[in-house]
């Protein structure tokens, strides 16, 4: 674990995400700053929350339910470490390499998770999409099964899908702008791509090259 300091507090569980500058042949991901991409991943999360309501309503018998400040803080204190814990999930099984990062300054309060090194971006693809499909999707589709509705669950998967805003935001910039088979890497909240393909090795005779 590892402590921050200056004015903000950020405490780090495993690895702690590098902090040195790029290497050579990395491009960062085009995207808006942090103040409009939060702009911009509210629509987003209304769109994915409007498409589970409908799931709900066509899929099981939940037809509505209260809402109170005391369900929707519990709802929260549920969705939020879940939503991080299910992106932990969808990386690779290199706990060495994951990390989970409270942080908490005068304008945030965030836990974010990571990994430390390179993903290819497909993974990135499913490591996004993971807390909506996992989180919020499959209760819909376990609860459609057994014909069932709880009002509780219908809540926290709802908080869940607002959390995914920035993920949803996020995976369309990827597809967007990074090619297939490129390898992607996450430092903190930045997004860096390869510019070109890593180097195969060609086998010449009994040896192997790279090229």
Same mark, same amino acid.
């Given at each position: 674990?590892?402590?921050?300091?200056?004015?903000?507090?950020?405490?780090?569980?495993?690895?702690?995400?590098?902090?040195?500058?790029?290497?050579?042949?990395?491009?960062?991901?085009?995207?808006?700053?942090?103040?409009?991409?939060?702009?911009?991943?509210?629509?987003?999360?209304?769109?994915?929350?409007?498409?589970?309501?409908?799931?709900?309503? +066509? !899929?099981? &018998?939940?037809?509505?339910?209260? %809402?109170?400040?005391?369900? =929707?803080? #519990? /709802? @929260?204190? *549920? $969705?939020?470490?879940?939503?991080?814990?299910?992106?932990?999930?969808?990386?690779?099984?290199?706990?060495?390499?994951?990390?989970?990062?409270?942080?908490?300054?005068?304008?945030?309060?965030?836990?974010?998770?990571?990994?430390?090194?390179?993903?290819?971006?497909?993974?990135?693809?499913?490591? +996004? !999409?993971? &807390?909506?499909?996992?989180?919020? %999707?499959?209760?819909?589709? =376990?609860? #459609? /099964? @057994?014909? *069932? $509705?709880?009002?509780?669950?219908?809540?926290?998967?709802?908080?869940?899908?607002?959390?995914?805003?920035?993920?949803?935001?996020?995976?369309?910039?990827?597809?967007?702008?990074?090619?297939?088979?490129?390898?992607?890497?996450?430092?903190?909240?930045?997004?860096?791509?390869?510019?070109?393909?890593? !180097?195969? &090795?060609?086998?010449?005779?009994?040896?192997?090259?790279?090229?």
């Amino acid at each position: 674990m590892s402590i921050g300091h200056a004015s903000a507090m950020t405490l780090t569980f495993g690895r702690a995400p590098r902090r040195s500058p790029p290497e050579f042949g990395w491009r960062k991901l085009d995207g808006p700053d942090d103040e409009l991409a939060f702009v911009l991943a509210i629509p987003v999360a209304a769109t994915l929350c409007l498409a589970l309501v409908v799931a709900w309503i +066509l !899929a099981t &018998p939940w037809s509505s339910f209260v %809402v109170d400040q005391a369900r =929707l803080l #519990a /709802a @929260l204190a *549920i $969705a939020v470490p879940v939503h991080e814990l299910l992106r932990v999930a969808a990386f690779p099984r290199k706990p060495e390499r994951h990390w989970l990062r409270f942080v908490c300054t005068k304008s945030r309060l965030a836990l974010d998770t990571g990994f430390d090194g390179e993903l290819p971006r497909a993974r990135l693809l499913c490591v +996004l !999409a993971a &807390p909506f499909l996992l989180g919020s %999707v499959l209760p819909v589709a =376990l609860c #459609a /099964a @057994l014909r *069932i $509705a709880p009002d509780f669950a219908v809540l926290v998967t709802l908080t869940n899908a607002l959390l995914c805003g920035a993920d949803a935001l996020a995976l369309m910039l990827v597809l967007a702008q990074v090619p297939g088979r490129r390898l992607v890497r996450v430092d903190a909240d930045v997004i860096r791509w390869q510019t070109s393909l890593p !180097a195969t &090795p060609a086998r010449v005779g009994g040896a192997r090259f790279a090229r």
